[in-house]
Protein backbone atom coordinates (compact mmCIF):
# COMPACT_ATOMS: atom_id res chain seq x y z
CA UNK A 1 0.00 0.00 0.00
CA UNK A 2 3.18 2.21 0.69
CA UNK A 3 4.19 2.01 -3.07
CA UNK A 4 1.20 4.48 -3.83
CA UNK A 5 1.75 7.54 -1.97
CA UNK A 6 3.72 10.05 -3.89
CA UNK A 7 5.98 12.44 -1.68
CA UNK A 8 3.73 15.04 -2.45
CA UNK A 9 -0.13 15.67 -3.16
CA UNK A 10 -0.19 19.18 -5.26
CA UNK A 11 -3.58 20.58 -7.28
CA UNK A 12 -1.31 20.35 -10.71
CA UNK A 13 1.73 20.54 -11.94
CA UNK A 14 1.20 24.83 -13.08
CA UNK A 15 1.62 25.18 -9.25
CA UNK A 16 4.81 23.67 -7.82
CA UNK A 17 7.22 25.93 -6.92
CA UNK A 18 10.13 24.46 -9.53
CA UNK A 19 13.09 26.61 -7.72
CA UNK A 20 12.26 24.35 -4.29
CA UNK A 21 12.95 21.55 -6.08
CA UNK A 22 16.37 22.69 -7.87
CA UNK A 23 17.39 23.88 -4.28
CA UNK A 24 16.58 20.45 -3.00
CA UNK A 25 18.78 19.15 -5.28
CA UNK A 26 16.51 17.38 -8.08
CA UNK A 27 17.63 18.10 -11.65
CA UNK A 28 15.60 15.71 -13.68
CA UNK A 29 11.73 16.01 -14.25
CA UNK A 30 9.84 13.31 -15.40
CA UNK A 31 6.12 13.97 -16.34
CA UNK A 32 3.31 11.81 -17.00
CA UNK A 33 1.24 13.93 -19.98
CA UNK A 34 -2.85 12.46 -20.17
CA UNK A 35 -4.67 14.34 -17.43
CA UNK A 36 -1.48 15.46 -15.57
CA UNK A 37 -0.43 18.49 -18.14
CA UNK A 38 -3.72 18.31 -21.01
CA UNK A 39 -6.72 16.40 -20.77
CA UNK A 40 -6.53 12.75 -21.52
CA UNK A 41 -5.63 12.44 -25.49
CA UNK A 42 -5.87 16.41 -25.95
CA UNK A 43 -2.99 18.13 -28.04
CA UNK A 44 0.07 19.92 -26.22
CA UNK A 45 -1.31 23.61 -25.19
CA UNK A 46 0.55 26.53 -24.90
CA UNK A 47 0.47 27.04 -21.11
CA UNK A 48 1.77 23.05 -20.70
CA UNK A 49 4.42 23.46 -23.81
CA UNK A 50 5.40 26.71 -21.67
CA UNK A 51 6.16 24.82 -18.32
CA UNK A 52 8.45 22.40 -19.80
CA UNK A 53 9.90 25.11 -21.45
CA UNK A 54 10.77 27.17 -18.22
CA UNK A 55 11.86 24.30 -16.51
CA UNK A 56 14.45 22.77 -18.94
CA UNK A 57 15.52 27.12 -18.75
CA UNK A 58 16.07 26.78 -15.02
CA UNK A 59 18.35 23.74 -15.74
CA UNK A 60 15.92 20.70 -15.43
CA UNK A 61 16.68 17.53 -17.60
CA UNK A 62 12.86 17.20 -19.10
CA UNK A 63 11.61 13.56 -20.03
CA UNK A 64 8.07 12.93 -20.56
CA UNK A 65 6.67 9.11 -19.99
CA UNK A 66 3.87 8.46 -21.60
CA UNK A 67 2.03 5.27 -21.35
CA UNK A 68 0.61 6.41 -24.50
CA UNK A 69 1.92 5.84 -27.95
CA UNK A 70 4.53 7.63 -30.04
CA UNK A 71 2.58 9.28 -32.18
CA UNK A 72 0.03 10.64 -29.10
CA UNK A 73 3.27 11.93 -28.00
CA UNK A 74 3.93 13.21 -30.72
CA UNK A 75 0.73 15.71 -31.57
CA UNK A 76 0.92 16.49 -27.51
CA UNK A 77 4.49 18.33 -28.72
CA UNK A 78 3.39 20.47 -31.59
CA UNK A 79 7.09 19.84 -33.04
CA UNK A 80 8.60 21.23 -29.39
CA UNK A 81 12.21 18.93 -29.11
CA UNK A 82 11.54 17.65 -25.73
CA UNK A 83 12.68 14.54 -24.81
CA UNK A 84 9.99 11.35 -23.81
CA UNK A 85 9.76 7.77 -23.34
CA UNK A 86 6.60 6.28 -25.35
CA UNK A 87 4.79 2.94 -24.10
CA UNK A 88 6.35 3.57 -21.15
CA UNK A 89 4.23 0.38 -19.08
CA UNK A 90 4.08 2.11 -15.63
CA UNK A 91 3.82 1.24 -13.21
CA UNK A 92 6.60 -1.16 -14.56
CA UNK A 93 10.24 1.32 -13.35
CA UNK A 94 11.71 0.06 -17.06
CA UNK A 95 11.40 3.83 -18.09
CA UNK A 96 11.75 5.42 -15.32
CA UNK A 97 15.27 3.91 -14.90
CA UNK A 98 16.54 4.11 -18.47
CA UNK A 99 15.72 7.98 -18.42
CA UNK A 100 18.11 8.29 -15.71
CA UNK A 101 20.46 6.07 -17.21
CA UNK A 102 20.45 8.32 -20.55
CA UNK A 103 20.52 11.47 -18.39
CA UNK A 104 23.37 10.43 -15.99
CA UNK A 105 21.12 11.16 -12.95
CA UNK A 106 21.13 9.94 -9.33
CA UNK A 107 17.86 8.41 -7.68
CA UNK A 108 18.04 11.44 -5.06
CA UNK A 109 18.04 13.95 -7.98
CA UNK A 110 14.97 12.36 -10.03
CA UNK A 111 11.44 13.34 -9.36
CA UNK A 112 7.79 11.62 -11.03
CA UNK A 113 5.00 14.34 -11.75
CA UNK A 114 1.71 12.66 -12.41
CA UNK A 115 -1.80 11.89 -11.78
CA UNK A 116 -2.15 8.26 -11.22
CA UNK A 117 -1.30 6.67 -8.07
CA UNK A 118 -1.36 3.07 -9.47
CA UNK A 119 1.05 3.88 -12.49
CA UNK A 120 2.60 7.39 -12.23
CA UNK A 121 3.66 7.06 -8.09
CA UNK A 122 3.83 3.26 -8.36
CA UNK A 123 6.57 3.27 -10.72
CA UNK A 124 8.09 6.03 -9.29
CA UNK A 125 8.27 4.60 -5.96
CA UNK A 126 9.30 0.73 -7.50
CA UNK A 127 12.42 2.71 -9.01
CA UNK A 128 13.04 4.48 -5.80
CA UNK A 129 12.72 7.77 -7.33
CA UNK A 130 10.09 10.96 -5.39
CA UNK A 131 7.06 11.63 -6.70
CA UNK A 132 4.60 14.71 -6.70
CA UNK A 133 0.72 13.13 -7.45
CA UNK A 134 -1.26 16.11 -9.27
CA UNK A 135 -5.20 16.16 -9.02
CA UNK A 136 -6.03 14.70 -12.20
CA UNK A 137 -7.49 16.97 -14.66
CA UNK A 138 -11.38 16.64 -14.19
CA UNK A 139 -10.76 16.24 -10.43
CA UNK A 140 -13.91 18.56 -9.69
CA UNK A 141 -16.04 17.53 -12.37
CA UNK A 142 -19.10 15.64 -11.14
CA UNK A 143 -19.21 13.15 -14.16
CA UNK A 144 -18.63 9.83 -12.59
CA UNK A 145 -15.33 8.59 -12.19
CA UNK A 146 -14.33 4.51 -12.29
CA UNK A 147 -13.54 2.23 -9.12
CA UNK A 148 -10.03 2.90 -9.60
CA UNK A 149 -10.36 6.68 -9.12
CA UNK A 150 -12.74 6.28 -6.13
CA UNK A 151 -9.89 4.02 -4.31
CA UNK A 152 -7.48 6.42 -4.97
CA UNK A 153 -9.04 9.16 -3.69
CA UNK A 154 -10.32 7.08 -0.48
CA UNK A 155 -6.57 6.20 -0.03
CA UNK A 156 -5.66 9.61 -0.53
CA UNK A 157 -7.44 10.89 2.68
CA UNK A 158 -4.51 8.87 4.37
CA UNK A 159 -1.89 10.95 3.01
CA UNK A 160 -1.57 13.13 5.59
CA UNK A 161 -0.57 10.26 7.79
CA UNK A 162 1.44 8.34 5.29
CA UNK A 163 3.07 10.97 3.70
CA UNK A 164 6.96 10.70 3.63
CA UNK A 165 9.54 13.00 5.42
CA UNK A 166 10.98 15.20 2.11
CA UNK A 167 13.16 18.21 1.10
CA UNK A 168 10.67 19.88 -0.71
CA UNK A 169 7.25 20.70 1.11
MG1 LIG B 1 -1.98 10.43 -16.53
Not at 15 to 39: C, E, M
Not at 65 to 75: A, G, P, Q, T, Y
Not at 104 to 114: C, P, R, T, Y
Request: proline share 5%; hydrophobic share 40%; charged share 25%.
Amino acid sequence: MFGYFPNDYVDSPYSIDYHKLWQAGFRLLLFDIDNTLVPHGADGTPESLALLKRVEKMGFKVILISNNNNDRILRFLQGEEIEYIAEADKPDPGAILKAMNVSGVGKEQAIMIGDTTHTDILAANRSGISSILVKYIGYDSTERKGIRRTIEKFMLHFFPIFRKPTLFR
